[in-house]
């Protein structure tokens, strides 16, 4: 799976500046004096005056530069104010909101993204990371393991498929701008040896995938309207809908199984909004000698009484195929889980 | 505009344009230096003036030493011509 | 890519950087000057050959100080040894 | 705080600042050059270097001349005095 990083600190993002606009001509632009940011520039601005931070880089693309203001008159900028550069210490690696994933590149361009428990829309140990090329960006690895193992990582157009050359890359200015914390990337060029799937392995970092995503003050999940809602094995909440878990063989194909769901059944117009995520994944409460299982989440979009009820029907449909043809596909059994808003206290 | 004085990308190459009229200015502090990859400019700025003054001070020399020989020459002559 | 053109601040310092193979340039306009604190960079550039040019002609004296002063020693040894 | 590098127009000009101890610099890589207009620095570097070599050289003979000129003015001085 490919990963890619959402945020980023270019200087022409509006969303980096704290009134929600690139700056002016003339404005006052600020960066503060301790924060440490490299800033990509994709055109040429002019400025009055722009306060630089002591430690931070300006990434110049052809034709981006700075040049002085002449005093003319810019459409929307009356009257210069003070523009400062948003703090971008706060977006972390681990936050699940923060990435986009898709199973090919293309499907990276053409928005195209898959649906996964928590832990795994932070990238998983064979995935591939995309920083995207021309964009600059400030991201914290602070990491309770320690290591944080993928397949590759892009960074402006440079992909790392090898613990040397990753090294090297992180010795450089640019990279200590970029990436600050105390984790360290393994990068291994390679993909999961087990045609049943890989585990994630983000597992231990459950605690603080989850803190990023509902913030450090607790547990902030969405209020539910069915009852019984339960948490997928990896996710931060709980949720309407359905999971299926399936005990399987080692002749059980991921790829083979998930081109089926999706062909035989997620592209029927009835269940065009349900959303699936299927991955291995271990039950964290039976932690020891546990095996690991094929988890099936199914979310739809309905509302009210509604909701979880065609993802219900979906988890139906795919248990009876399992039942007829189980066996060909490798899965021993399957058990289902469903929580939709018509069976919320009778109503 | 163009006209204005401008630091820009051009094809991976810093350039540092001044307008026609206009200045690009590179201020230090007092104890603050200005580097060309290795050289202090600053250096280089008070060996270029002490280059110029030396020239000043060699041509006074070479005009001492041309009227000295001049007057030499003169004076050879008529010894010569005694 | 690492061949962008960096503007970079480092504990404070202001640094221009270009990729391996890439220049800094600075262009000025028919009165636009660069100028580093006071100094005019054109200025001291021109200053520069103007030392070079100016080295050139003082050799050039010196060649015929040496000449005259050649002569002058000859003629000198002839009369003393009359 | 007074010590962050800084950009700033002033009446048009394009103004780069550092703090009082703080450098401003120039670095291209092995292959960059800094050029300025049509001349490249590194060749301008190394011409101050040759003026001041030169400049010595110029002193030597010039050192040189001196003794020799008042050797010939002490002989002069004698053959006059005859």
Same mark, same amino acid.
């Given at each position: 799976v490919y990963k890619q990083w959402i945020p980023n600190t270019n200087f +022409? %993002? #509006?969303?980096?500046?704290d009134k929600d606009r690139i700056p002016c001509a003339n404005d006052v632009v600020l960066f503060k004096s301790n924060q440490e940011i490299s800033v990509f520039v994709q055109s040429t601005h002019s400025l009055t005056d722009m306060y630089l931070p002591l430690n931070g880089e300006f990434i110049m693309a052809p034709g981006a530069g700075f040049a002085a203001f002449d005093g003319s008159w810019h459409p929307g900028c009356d009257t210069g104010s003070a523009v400062s550069f948003t &703090? #971008? +210490?706060?977006? !972390?690696?681990?936050?699940? #909101?923060?990435w986009h994933a898709a199973t090919s590149l293309e499907d990276l361009d053409q928005r195209k993204y898959i649906f996964a428990v928590d832990e795994e829309r932070v990238p998983c140990q064979y995935d591939d990371v995309i920083f995207q090329p021309e964009t600059s960006f400030r991201v914290n690895? &602070?990491?309770? +393991?320690r290591m944080i193992h993928l397949r590759s990582i892009s960074i402006m157009g440079q992909k790392f498929t090898s613990d040397a050359a990753l090294a090297e890359y992180m010795q450089r200015s640019s990279a200590k701008l970029q990436f600050h914390g105390n984790g360290t990337f393994q990068v291994? %060029? #390679?993909?999961?040896?087990?045609k049943s799937g890989c585990e994630c392995g983000n597992a231990g970092e459950h605690r603080q995938i989850c803190a990023a995503l509902l913030g450090d003050s607790g547990t902030r999940c969405p209020v539910l309207v069915c009852k019984d809602p339960f948490q997928p094995v990896g996710h931060c909440c709980e949720i309407c809908g359905a999971t299926i878990s399936l005990e399987y063989t080692p002749g059980f194909d991921m790829r083979q199984y998930q081109n089926r769901i999706l062909h035989t059944?997620?592209?029927l117009p009835k269940y065009a909004g349900v959303q699936m995520a299927i991955s291995k994944v271990r039950k964290p409460q039976t932690s020891r000698n546990s095996v690991p299982l094929i988890q099936i989440v199914l979310m739809d &979009? !309905?509302?009210?009484?509604?909701?979880g009820t065609n993802a219900e029907q979906l988890a139906e449909d795919i248990m009876r195929d399992i039942a007829e043809h189980g066996d060909s596909f490798g899965i021993v059994t399957g058990t289902v889980q469903v929580a939709t808003g018509s069976n919320s206290s009778g109503q | 505009s163009d006209e204005q004085p401008r630091m820009t990308s051009e094809r991976g190459n810093l350039v540092f344009h001044t307008g026609s009229t206009k200045n690009i200015e590179f201020r230090t502090g007092s104890q603050g230096k200005i580097k060309i990859n290795e050289d202090d400019l600053a250096e280089l700025f008070s060996q270029i003036r002490k280059n110029k003054d030396e020239i000043l001070e060699v041509k006074r020399s070479i005009g001492v030493l041309q009227n000295v020989s001049n007057q030499i020459t003169l004076i050879n002559s008529k010894i010569v011509s005694l």
């Open positions: +022409e %993002n #509006a969303s980096n500046w &703090d #971008a +210490e706060k977006y !972390k690696w681990h936050d699940p #909101a923060l690895i &602070d990491s309770s +393991e291994t %060029n #390679a993909r999961c040896p087990d059944f997620l592209s &979009d !309905k509302m009210g009484s509604q909701t | -």
